[in-house]
């Protein structure tokens, strides 16, 4: 099956803007999800398709896809913005997720 | 409000056969989603298993493929989830969710549950 490739870690100042990236083959042909994750819950989604939010996902959420990347920018990055992310997409196999990237607010 | 809620022993011994049950409340198996499971092993990243549709079809993850088998009861409204010959590799928390019709996403996902792989 296809591989989504996340930078492991990244870091970001309180009240400021952080691009998550996800790239893979298969996000040429689909978009991405994205999931929030704080330790000991269960994922949330944040982000879907084009750059949709579920409803209660703050706005300052986004998301964006080029070529074989697909981005989730936090504008104003709030502390409670700390968790693991992870994208998704689909696959000639059926579903891939990345292996996530672990956000820190500094 | 769609709710997922799973269930199953907590513990199962090397070469056994995990089983677990995801119950789905506020809404009804037979809509026009798919219904997915995913583990995700103590520390490490999400992992895709499969995914039913109300009429029995399948999608396995390669990985697993020989040893998973995953099937639905809409008569009780829920979703299984069979694991055959497991080992300590396979300890994780599994989540059961729900898929998107028109777009890819997974939403709602139950709480999980830890599965533990020990004699």
């Known amino acids: 099956s296809s591989e989504l490739t996340q930078d492991p870690a990244v870091s970001v100042a309180l009240g400021q803007t952080v691009r998550i990236t996800c790239q893979g083959d298969?996000?040429?042909?689909?978009?991405a999800s994205w999931y929030q994750q704080k330790p000991g819950q269960a994922p949330v989604l944040v982000i879907y398709?084009?750059?949709n939010r579920p409803s209660g996902i703050p706005d300052r959420f986004s998301g964006s896809s080029s070529g074989n990347t697909a981005s989730l920018t936090i504008t104003g990055a709030q502390a409670e913005d700390e968790a693991d992310y992870y994208c998704?997409?689909?696959?000639?196999?059926?579903?891939?997720f990345g292996g996530g990237t672990k956000l820190t607010v500094l | 409000q769609v709710q997922l809620q799973e269930s199953g022993p907590g513990l199962v011994k090397p070469s056994g056969t995990l089983s677990l049950t995801c119950a789905v409340s506020?809404?009804?198996?037979?809509?026009?989603?798919?219904w997915s499971w995913v583990r995700q092993p103590p520390g490490k990243g999400l992992e895709w298993i499969g995914e039913?549709?109300?009429?029995?079809?399948?999608n396995y993850n390669p990985s697993l493929k020989s040893r998973v088998t995953i099937s639905v009861d809409k008569s009780k409204n829920q979703f299984s989830l069979k694991l055959s010959s497991v080992t300590a590799a396979d300890t994780a928390v599994y989540y059961c969710?729900?898929?998107?019709?028109?777009?890819?996403?997974?939403?709602?996902w139950g709480q999980g549950t830890l599965v533990t792989v020990s004699s």
């Open positions: 969710a729900r898929d998107g019709v028109t777009y890819n996403w997974f939403d709602p």
């Open positions: 298969s996000l040429r042909s689909y978009y």
């Open positions: 998704n997409s689909r696959d000639s196999s059926g579903k891939v």
């Open positions: 506020g809404g009804s198996i037979s809509s026009s989603n798919w």
């Open positions: 039913i549709y109300h009429s029995g079809s399948t």
């Open positions: 398709g084009k750059n």
